[in-house]
Protein backbone atom coordinates (compact mmCIF):
# COMPACT_ATOMS: atom_id res chain seq x y z
CA UNK A 1 0.00 0.00 0.00
CA UNK A 2 1.74 3.08 -1.22
CA UNK A 3 1.66 5.92 1.40
CA UNK A 4 3.09 9.22 0.77
CA UNK A 5 4.63 10.58 3.58
CA UNK A 6 7.44 12.64 4.46
CA UNK A 7 8.75 14.78 7.81
CA UNK A 8 6.82 17.76 6.70
CA UNK A 9 3.34 15.86 6.95
CA UNK A 10 1.21 15.83 9.99
CA UNK A 11 1.27 13.01 12.44
CA UNK A 12 -0.49 9.98 10.69
CA UNK A 13 -2.40 6.79 11.88
CA UNK A 14 -2.61 4.17 8.58
CA UNK A 15 -5.03 1.59 8.93
CA UNK A 16 -2.98 -1.62 7.28
CA UNK A 17 -1.02 -4.52 7.93
CA UNK A 18 2.21 -2.84 8.65
CA UNK A 19 4.78 -4.89 6.17
CA UNK A 20 2.39 -3.31 3.24
CA UNK A 21 3.55 0.03 4.73
CA UNK A 22 6.97 -0.08 5.81
CA UNK A 23 8.66 -0.18 2.62
CA UNK A 24 7.24 2.80 1.32
CA UNK A 25 8.67 4.88 4.12
CA UNK A 26 11.64 6.72 3.69
CA UNK A 27 15.05 5.39 5.95
CA UNK A 28 16.22 7.01 8.39
CA UNK A 29 12.68 8.74 9.44
CA UNK A 30 12.76 8.46 13.27
CA UNK A 31 14.40 8.92 16.08
CA UNK A 32 12.14 6.68 18.35
CA UNK A 33 10.76 3.47 17.17
CA UNK A 34 8.38 1.33 19.97
CA UNK A 35 6.87 -1.63 19.37
CA UNK A 36 4.36 -3.98 21.06
CA UNK A 37 3.65 -6.82 18.93
CA UNK A 38 0.98 -9.39 19.57
CA UNK A 39 2.61 -12.82 20.81
CA UNK A 40 0.13 -14.93 18.96
CA UNK A 41 0.37 -14.24 15.72
CA UNK A 42 -2.00 -16.56 14.64
CA UNK A 43 0.06 -17.99 12.31
CA UNK A 44 0.84 -21.26 10.94
CA UNK A 45 3.93 -21.87 9.51
CA UNK A 46 5.36 -24.66 7.95
CA UNK A 47 8.34 -26.30 10.28
CA UNK A 48 11.70 -24.92 8.66
CA UNK A 49 14.92 -26.83 8.80
CA UNK A 50 17.74 -24.47 9.29
CA UNK A 51 21.34 -25.31 8.89
CA UNK A 52 24.86 -22.99 10.35
CA UNK A 53 25.69 -21.15 7.49
CA UNK A 54 29.34 -19.26 7.79
CA UNK A 55 29.19 -16.57 6.22
CA UNK A 56 31.86 -13.26 6.00
CA UNK A 57 31.28 -10.32 7.56
CA UNK A 58 29.59 -7.71 6.21
CA UNK A 59 29.24 -3.88 6.68
CA UNK A 60 25.05 -2.93 7.25
CA UNK A 61 24.54 -1.93 4.40
CA UNK A 62 25.91 -5.20 2.20
CA UNK A 63 23.74 -6.75 4.88
CA UNK A 64 20.83 -5.18 3.57
CA UNK A 65 22.14 -6.21 -0.02
CA UNK A 66 22.16 -10.11 1.36
CA UNK A 67 19.04 -9.96 2.49
CA UNK A 68 17.77 -9.30 -1.23
CA UNK A 69 19.82 -12.10 -2.07
CA UNK A 70 18.27 -14.21 0.70
CA UNK A 71 20.69 -14.40 3.28
CA UNK A 72 21.46 -12.04 6.34
CA UNK A 73 24.79 -11.90 8.41
CA UNK A 74 23.27 -8.78 10.31
CA UNK A 75 23.67 -5.42 10.55
CA UNK A 76 26.99 -5.38 11.92
CA UNK A 77 28.04 -8.40 10.11
CA UNK A 78 27.14 -11.16 12.78
CA UNK A 79 26.54 -14.52 11.52
CA UNK A 80 23.28 -14.04 12.20
CA UNK A 81 21.67 -17.19 10.07
CA UNK A 82 23.83 -19.41 12.38
CA UNK A 83 22.86 -18.01 15.41
CA UNK A 84 19.04 -18.32 14.45
CA UNK A 85 19.64 -21.73 13.03
CA UNK A 86 20.96 -22.87 16.29
CA UNK A 87 18.19 -20.83 18.09
CA UNK A 88 14.78 -21.37 16.86
CA UNK A 89 14.91 -24.75 16.86
CA UNK A 90 14.25 -25.18 20.42
CA UNK A 91 10.74 -24.01 20.28
CA UNK A 92 8.18 -24.02 17.32
CA UNK A 93 6.08 -21.28 18.74
CA UNK A 94 8.59 -18.62 18.86
CA UNK A 95 9.68 -19.90 15.50
CA UNK A 96 6.66 -19.01 13.86
CA UNK A 97 6.92 -15.22 16.10
CA UNK A 98 10.25 -14.74 15.02
CA UNK A 99 9.36 -15.46 10.77
CA UNK A 100 6.39 -12.39 11.50
CA UNK A 101 8.83 -10.33 13.62
CA UNK A 102 11.80 -10.52 11.93
CA UNK A 103 11.10 -8.95 8.04
CA UNK A 104 9.20 -6.10 10.21
CA UNK A 105 12.56 -5.47 12.65
CA UNK A 106 14.53 -5.51 9.46
CA UNK A 107 12.09 -2.37 8.41
CA UNK A 108 12.22 -0.81 11.87
CA UNK A 109 16.10 -0.56 11.61
CA UNK A 110 16.17 1.02 8.34
CA UNK A 111 13.80 3.57 9.40
CA UNK A 112 15.80 4.41 13.00
CA UNK A 113 17.49 7.65 12.45
CA UNK A 114 21.23 7.24 12.87
CA UNK A 115 20.98 8.74 16.37
CA UNK A 116 17.88 6.71 17.00
CA UNK A 117 16.45 3.89 19.28
CA UNK A 118 14.30 0.90 19.06
CA UNK A 119 12.37 0.07 22.34
CA UNK A 120 10.89 -3.59 21.34
CA UNK A 121 8.44 -4.84 24.17
CA UNK A 122 7.92 -8.28 25.08
CA UNK A 123 7.21 -11.00 27.57
CA UNK A 124 9.28 -13.27 29.19
CA UNK A 125 8.26 -16.27 26.55
CA UNK A 126 9.59 -14.28 23.90
CA UNK A 127 12.18 -11.87 25.53
CA UNK A 128 15.25 -14.14 25.95
CA UNK A 129 15.60 -16.09 22.36
CA UNK A 130 14.73 -12.31 21.06
CA UNK A 131 17.64 -10.87 22.50
CA UNK A 132 20.10 -13.34 21.38
CA UNK A 133 18.65 -12.81 17.95
CA UNK A 134 19.06 -9.04 18.33
CA UNK A 135 22.37 -8.88 19.59
CA UNK A 136 23.66 -10.60 16.58
CA UNK A 137 20.84 -8.91 13.53
CA UNK A 138 21.48 -5.19 15.32
CA UNK A 139 25.08 -5.88 16.52
CA UNK A 140 26.05 -6.70 20.51
CA UNK A 141 27.43 -3.49 20.83
CA UNK A 142 23.91 -1.66 19.82
CA UNK A 143 22.09 -3.45 22.65
CA UNK A 144 21.43 -0.26 25.51
CA UNK A 145 19.60 -1.67 28.01
CA UNK A 146 16.73 -4.44 29.32
CA UNK A 147 14.13 -3.15 31.13
CA UNK A 148 12.12 -4.78 33.43
CA UNK A 149 8.10 -3.39 33.52
CA UNK A 150 6.78 -4.87 37.25
CA UNK A 151 3.09 -4.50 37.85
CA UNK A 152 0.93 -6.51 40.17
CA UNK A 153 -2.17 -7.02 39.69
CA UNK A 154 -4.42 -9.86 38.61
CA UNK A 155 -4.51 -13.28 39.62
CA UNK A 156 -1.44 -14.60 41.09
CA UNK A 157 -0.45 -18.60 40.17
CA UNK A 158 0.46 -21.02 43.54
CA UNK A 159 2.32 -23.41 41.00
CA UNK A 160 5.02 -20.91 40.51
CA UNK A 161 5.87 -17.49 41.18
CA UNK A 162 3.18 -15.27 39.73
CA UNK A 163 4.77 -13.69 36.23
CA UNK A 164 3.97 -9.89 36.93
CA UNK A 165 6.59 -7.93 34.06
CA UNK A 166 7.55 -7.47 31.29
CA UNK A 167 10.92 -6.91 29.43
CA UNK A 168 11.86 -4.24 26.84
CA UNK A 169 14.65 -4.73 25.07
CA UNK A 170 16.51 -1.31 23.77
CA UNK A 171 18.95 -1.17 20.76
CA UNK A 172 20.47 1.86 19.10
CA UNK A 173 20.91 2.39 15.80
CA UNK A 174 24.82 4.14 16.25
CA UNK A 175 26.27 3.56 19.84
CA UNK A 176 28.33 6.71 18.62
CA UNK A 177 25.53 8.64 17.87
CA UNK A 178 22.39 7.74 19.62
CA UNK A 179 19.85 10.47 21.58
CA UNK A 180 19.51 9.87 25.33
CA UNK A 181 18.62 12.19 27.62
CA UNK A 182 17.75 10.99 31.10
CA UNK A 183 17.47 14.21 32.83
CA UNK A 184 14.22 15.37 31.33
CA UNK A 185 12.36 11.92 32.67
CA UNK A 186 10.02 12.08 35.12
CA UNK A 187 11.62 11.69 38.57
CA UNK A 188 10.35 9.02 40.85
CA UNK A 189 9.94 8.73 45.13
CA UNK A 190 12.71 7.23 46.62
CA UNK A 191 12.42 3.88 48.28
CA UNK A 192 14.03 4.66 51.12
CA UNK A 193 13.39 8.77 51.70
CA UNK A 194 14.99 8.63 55.41
CA UNK A 195 18.62 8.18 53.90
CA UNK A 196 19.15 10.54 51.49
CA UNK A 197 18.41 14.67 52.18
CA UNK A 198 14.91 16.58 52.03
CA UNK A 199 16.26 17.97 48.74
CA UNK A 200 16.95 14.94 47.31
CA UNK A 201 13.48 13.69 48.52
CA UNK A 202 11.58 16.75 46.95
CA UNK A 203 13.59 15.90 43.74
CA UNK A 204 13.02 12.32 43.17
CA UNK A 205 15.21 10.04 41.80
CA UNK A 206 16.29 8.82 38.21
CA UNK A 207 14.47 6.02 37.17
CA UNK A 208 16.35 2.53 36.60
CA UNK A 209 16.31 0.10 34.29
CA UNK A 210 13.00 -1.77 36.77
CA UNK A 211 10.18 0.25 36.81
CA UNK A 212 6.86 -0.58 38.77
CA UNK A 213 3.98 1.07 37.20
CA UNK A 214 0.43 -0.47 37.51
CA UNK A 215 -1.41 -1.14 34.80
CA UNK A 216 -3.77 0.41 32.79
CA UNK A 217 -6.95 0.22 35.27
CA UNK A 218 -9.98 -1.23 34.00
CA UNK A 219 -11.98 1.67 36.06
CA UNK A 220 -9.15 4.40 35.41
CA UNK A 221 -9.61 7.63 33.12
CA UNK A 222 -6.30 6.72 31.14
CA UNK A 223 -8.29 3.03 29.72
CA UNK A 224 -9.77 3.55 26.26
CA UNK A 225 -10.99 -0.12 26.20
CA UNK A 226 -8.33 -1.50 23.92
CA UNK A 227 -7.25 -4.77 25.77
CA UNK A 228 -3.68 -4.95 25.08
CA UNK A 229 -3.38 -0.45 26.16
CA UNK A 230 0.18 0.54 27.56
CA UNK A 231 0.43 2.97 29.99
CA UNK A 232 0.84 6.36 29.49
CA UNK A 233 3.74 6.68 32.17
CA UNK A 234 5.59 3.38 30.27
CA UNK A 235 5.68 5.60 27.48
CA UNK A 236 6.33 8.35 28.57
CA UNK A 237 9.52 7.35 29.87
CA UNK A 238 11.14 6.33 26.78
CA UNK A 239 9.94 9.28 25.04
CA UNK A 240 11.33 11.73 27.07
CA UNK A 241 14.51 9.73 27.39
CA UNK A 242 15.25 8.89 23.46
CA UNK A 243 13.46 11.83 21.36
CA UNK A 244 13.71 15.63 21.27
CA UNK A 245 10.57 18.04 20.87
CA UNK A 246 9.16 18.34 16.88
CA UNK A 247 10.91 14.49 15.97
CA UNK A 248 9.03 11.54 14.54
CA UNK A 249 8.46 8.51 16.96
CA UNK A 250 7.00 5.34 15.27
CA UNK A 251 4.66 2.62 16.48
CA UNK A 252 3.43 0.08 14.07
CA UNK A 253 1.68 -2.03 16.31
CA UNK A 254 -0.43 0.61 17.94
CA UNK A 255 -2.97 -0.28 19.30
CA UNK A 256 -5.43 2.20 21.40
CA UNK A 257 -2.64 5.03 20.42
CA UNK A 258 -0.55 4.92 23.75
CA UNK A 259 2.60 5.84 21.46
CA UNK A 260 0.83 8.41 19.72
CA UNK A 261 -0.74 10.19 22.31
CA UNK A 262 2.18 10.43 24.87
CA UNK A 263 3.98 11.88 21.36
CA UNK A 264 1.42 14.51 20.95
CA UNK A 265 1.80 15.70 24.50
CA UNK A 266 5.31 15.75 24.44
CA UNK A 267 5.46 17.99 20.96
CA UNK A 268 6.89 14.75 19.16
CA UNK A 269 5.32 13.81 15.73
CA UNK A 270 4.00 10.27 14.87
CA UNK A 271 3.55 7.89 12.71
CA UNK A 272 1.19 4.92 13.77
CA UNK A 273 0.07 1.81 12.27
CA UNK A 274 -2.17 -0.67 12.99
CA UNK A 275 -4.45 -3.70 10.81
CA UNK A 276 -7.51 -4.40 13.37
CA UNK A 277 -10.61 -1.77 12.75
CA UNK A 278 -11.30 -1.75 16.34
CA UNK A 279 -7.27 -0.07 16.92
CA UNK A 280 -8.52 2.56 14.27
CA UNK A 281 -11.69 3.39 16.13
CA UNK A 282 -10.20 3.74 19.68
CA UNK A 283 -7.51 5.97 17.88
CA UNK A 284 -10.31 8.06 16.46
CA UNK A 285 -11.91 8.82 19.55
CA UNK A 286 -8.55 9.13 21.37
CA UNK A 287 -7.06 11.55 18.88
CA UNK A 288 -10.12 13.71 18.03
CA UNK A 289 -8.92 16.53 20.44
CA UNK A 290 -5.86 16.78 18.45
CA UNK A 291 -5.92 19.54 15.57
CA UNK A 292 -3.74 17.91 12.76
CA UNK A 293 -3.59 14.43 12.64
CA UNK A 294 -4.63 12.29 9.79
CA UNK A 295 -6.19 9.04 9.44
CA UNK A 296 -5.27 6.74 6.15
CA UNK A 297 -8.09 4.02 4.92
CA UNK A 298 -6.61 1.49 2.72
CA UNK A 299 -8.21 2.07 -1.05
CA UNK A 300 -11.73 0.66 -0.78
CA UNK A 301 -11.69 0.28 2.99
CA UNK A 302 -14.49 1.52 4.85
CA UNK A 303 -13.76 4.07 7.00
CA UNK A 304 -13.64 2.51 10.72
CA UNK A 305 -15.60 4.89 12.92
CA UNK A 306 -14.52 6.45 16.09
CA UNK A 307 -15.52 3.79 19.35
CA UNK A 308 -18.26 5.09 21.05
CA UNK A 309 -18.75 2.33 23.93
CA UNK A 310 -14.76 1.06 25.31
CA UNK A 311 -14.64 -2.83 25.69
CA UNK A 312 -13.64 -3.80 29.27
CA UNK A 313 -10.23 -4.71 29.22
CA UNK A 314 -9.13 -7.69 30.56
CA UNK A 315 -6.83 -7.04 33.92
CA UNK A 316 -4.71 -10.19 32.65
CA UNK A 317 -4.43 -9.00 28.80
CA UNK A 318 -1.34 -6.54 29.18
CA UNK A 319 -0.28 -8.26 25.80
C1 LIG B 1 -0.15 -5.61 21.96
S1 LIG B 1 -1.10 -4.62 20.89
C2 LIG B 1 -0.40 -3.02 21.03
C3 LIG B 1 -0.97 -2.23 22.17
C4 LIG B 1 -0.43 -0.80 22.24
N1 LIG B 1 0.95 -0.78 22.66
C5 LIG B 1 -1.25 0.06 23.19
O1 LIG B 1 -0.71 0.69 24.11
O2 LIG B 1 -2.46 0.10 22.99
C6 LIG B 1 -0.55 -5.17 19.33
C7 LIG B 1 -1.26 -4.55 18.14
O3 LIG B 1 -0.63 -4.98 16.94
C8 LIG B 1 -1.61 -5.03 15.94
N2 LIG B 1 -1.07 -5.86 14.85
C9 LIG B 1 -0.79 -7.18 14.87
N3 LIG B 1 -0.28 -7.58 13.70
C10 LIG B 1 -0.22 -6.48 12.91
C11 LIG B 1 0.23 -6.24 11.58
N4 LIG B 1 0.72 -7.21 10.83
N5 LIG B 1 0.12 -4.99 11.08
C12 LIG B 1 -0.39 -3.97 11.83
N6 LIG B 1 -0.83 -4.15 13.11
C13 LIG B 1 -0.74 -5.38 13.64
C14 LIG B 1 -2.83 -5.60 16.63
O4 LIG B 1 -4.02 -5.28 15.93
C15 LIG B 1 -2.73 -4.93 18.00
O5 LIG B 1 -3.52 -3.75 18.03
Known amino acids: MPIAWSQT ?11 EVLPGL ?31 ATPA ?8 AGTITGFKGQ ?35 DDGTLYLHLDYR ?11 LFGRDCFLNELIWAYDYGAKSKNRW ?46 TDVWWHTI ?3 TGKEKTGYPT ?12 ASSREGDWVLDFFAGSGTTGAVAASLGRRFVLVDQNPESIAVMRTRFAPLPDVEFVEPPGAERAPAADAALAPTPEATR
Not at 11 to 19: E, G, P, Q, T, W
Not at 126 to 136: C, G, P, R, T
Open 9 to 19: SPSRVIHADNL
Open 26 to 56: PDESFTLIYLDPPFNTGRVQNRRTTTSVRLA
Open 61 to 68: GEALGARA
Open 79 to 113: LYERIKGDLLGYDDQFEDYWAFLEPRLIEAWRLLA
Open 126 to 136: EAHYAKVLLDA
Open 162 to 207: PTKHDTILVYVKNPARYYFDSTTVDREPYMAPGLVTPEKVARGKLP
Open 216 to 218: VSP
Open 229 to 240: QKPIGILRRMIQ
